[in-house]
């Protein structure tokens, strides 16, 4: 079984291309605490992560660098080689779910008013 949630921050903005399809693609870093054994020094890794279409749209259009996010998906290794002709390996989260997750003190955002004032809901 592939699954992994994270919590953390943002390092930086999103970014959002788009394919020849027209899909979206959004990568972020997320920085995520982690403690040594003792659980005295914070430390934090910093994890790549890749979502597609309406998630990487969500993403992109609500997150912010700095801003707290919790994210679901699986964990995808590629092999590839550069242009030296070296083997690497890449890591990232491939996110399925992303949600909002910060303090009552960050400003909220109201994303069920703007579903209802749009123009294209299914009913």
């Keep these: 079984m592939n699954i992994i949630m994270l919590k ?3 390092t930086r903005d999103p ?7 027209n899909a979206a693609v959004t990568t972020i870093t997320v920085a995520v605490d982690r403690y ?4 005295e020094e914070k430390l ?22 700095g801003q707290e996010i ?7 290794i590629d092999a590839y080689t550069d242009k030296e002709g070296n083997q690497r390996r890449r890591t990232n989260v491939i996110i399925t779910n ?6 009552k003190a960050e400003k909220p955002i109201d994303v069920t008013k703007e579903i ?8």
């Excluded at 970014?15 to 399809?21: I, K, L, M, P």
């Excluded at 040594?36 to 659980?39: D, E, I, N, R, S």
């Excluded at 934090?44 to 660098?65: P, R």
């Design 116 to 123: 209802m004032d749009g123009d294209d809901l299914p009913f």
């Design 44 to 65: 934090a890794d910093f994890i790549d992560c890749v979502a597609f279409t309406g998630t990487a749209e969500f993403i992109s259009k609500y997150f912010k660098k």
């Design 36 to 39: 040594t054994k003792a659980g």
């Design 70 to 76: 919790l994210i679901t998906g699986r964990l995808q």
């Design 8 to 10: 953390g921050r943002l």
């Design 98 to 103: 992303a949600e909002f997750c910060g303090s």
């Design 15 to 21: 970014e959002v291309r788009y394919t020849q399809n």
